[in-house]
């Protein structure tokens, strides 16, 4: 039985991926490695977690990454898996990692990536050598070459939503310019385990925040991949809003077609791109929050204007699962030859 080294397990993705191998009829866990909390067991920091996990946290230095397990986890912010990287990869260590680290396979994208994101203050990459090693993590696009891949960048929360609900649109050439303006709804738990001002409950409650209004960092690779997609162009002007809500993301997409379609047609395109991929529903009505909470699943709707000039599409993740840990288990069974479902049967929580 493979086992999992989780390096940031205390945070919510960590806790998340504790929360899925926990279940995995394969995986097991290795050992849990995290700055915050080292020493502790993790049940003391989790108490949800009494009775299933007992394992004290590791601090993260040198000889304990990578050590007595057959593949990483970082569950870490950006630039920490980079100073990793070489030693794992070195030594055939297979990993994945959460963060924008190894989403690129160039340093021209990862620049440009970095140049967006409020928390990189280099646009330089430690481990450039290994840009090319790495794929980026839609298992529903990539998942041949994430089967042999040595590096796998997970996804952004937001990019996930946005990449499956405009994949089948980009791939048929069916955008006008390629362009395409999100809104993008999503919980707090997006923003990490650390409370800034924004969260605070006095401020989010009962309350919807824009934030970051066309800079925000998952725009590259989202635009990355539908251009890749569709052979041409693909501008994204993306608009995020914190809602008072702990967990989900609803993205809202509107673009113009370059040909009259019918809702119809193009929701039968849907599910022909996504047959065979149990993780993405598209649905008659349109998606909400509930309907993939505390699941793997994305869901995904779409209407189209009266005459057929113009479409929306929205689609529903739950932000830490499949926009996080959920979507890293659907890449790590890829990449060691499980069923893509396995240990991701959790149905949505309703109500």
């Known amino acids: 039985m493979p086992g999992a080294q989780i390096v940031g397990a205390t945070g919510y993705g960590g806790l998340g991926m504790i929360e899925l191998l926990l279940g995995h009829p394969e995986f097991e866990i290795a050992s849990l490695v995290a700055r915050d909390d080292a020493g502790r067991r993790i049940d003391e920091v989790y108490p949800h977690l009494t009775d299933r996990c007992e394992l004290t946290v590791q601090a993260p230095v040198d000889d304990v990454i990578g050590s007595g397990c057959d593949v990483v986890i970082f569950a870490t912010p950006d630039g920490v898996s980079q100073?990793?990287?070489?030693?794992?990869?070195?030594?055939?260590?297979?990993?994945?990692?959460?963060?924008?680290?190894?989403?690129?396979?160039?340093?021209?994208?990862?620049?440009?990536?970095?140049?967006?994101?409020?928390?990189?203050?280099?646009?330089?990459?430690?481990?450039?050598?290994?840009?090319?090693?790495?794929?980026?993590?839609?298992p529903e696009l990539f998942g041949d070459r994430i089967v042999e891949a040595p590096i796998i960048g997970n996804p952004g929360c937001f990019a996930v939503g946005i990449i499956l609900g405009l994949a089948p649109l980009f791939a048929a050439g069916l955008v006008e310019g390629g362009t395409v303006t999100v809104d993008g709804l999503t919980g707090s738990s997006g923003a990490g385990k650390k409370p800034s001002p924004l969260?605070?409950?006095?401020?989010?409650?009962?309350?919807?925040?824009?934030?970051?209004?066309?800079?925000?960092?998952?725009?590259?690779?989202?635009?990355?991949?539908?251009?890749?997609?569709?052979?041409?162009?693909?501008?994204?002007?993306?608009?995020?809003?914190?809602?008072?809500?702990?967990?989900?993301?609803?993205?809202?997409?509107?673009?113009?077609?370059?040909?009259?379609?019918?809702?119809?047609?193009?929701?039968?395109?849907?599910?022909?791109?996504?047959?065979?991929?149990?993780?993405?529903?598209?649905?008659?009505?349109?998606?909400?929050?509930?309907?993939?909470?505390?699941?793997?699943?994305?869901?995904?709707?779409?209407?189209?204007?009266?005459?057929?000039?113009?479409?929306?599409?929205?689609?529903?993740?739950?932000?830490?699962l499949k926009g996080q840990s959920g979507n890293a288990m659907q890449n790590l069974n890829l990449m060691f030859g499980f069923d893509q479902t396995a240990g991701l049967g959790r149905l949505p929580l309703y109500p």
Not at 206 to 215: A, C, G, K
Not at 229 to 253: C, D, K, Q, W, Y
Not at 264 to 273: M, S
């Open 83 to 138: 100073g990793y990287a070489a030693a794992l990869t070195d030594a055939g260590m297979r990993f994945v990692d959460y963060s924008g680290d190894f989403r690129f396979g160039d340093t021209a994208a990862y620049a440009r990536y970095a140049d967006a994101h409020p928390s990189i203050g280099d646009a330089g990459h430690d481990a450039a050598a290994l840009l090319d090693r790495g794929q980026f993590g839609v």
């Open 199 to 320: 969260q605070h409950f006095s401020h989010l409650n009962d309350n919807v925040v824009p934030y970051r209004v066309f800079t925000h960092q998952h725009v590259v690779e989202a635009e990355e991949t539908l251009a890749a997609l569709s052979g041409g162009e693909a501008n994204v002007h993306f608009v995020p809003h914190l809602l008072g809500t702990t967990r989900g993301i609803l993205s809202t997409m509107h673009a113009a077609l370059t040909g009259p379609a019918t809702r119809d047609g193009l929701l039968d395109r849907y599910r022909q791109f996504f047959d065979g991929h149990p993780f993405v529903r598209v649905l008659d009505v349109p998606p909400t929050l509930k309907g993939t909470l505390g699941s793997n699943y994305c869901d995904i709707s779409l209407e189209v204007s009266p005459d057929g000039s113009r479409m929306v599409a929205m689609a529903s993740i739950d932000n830490l």
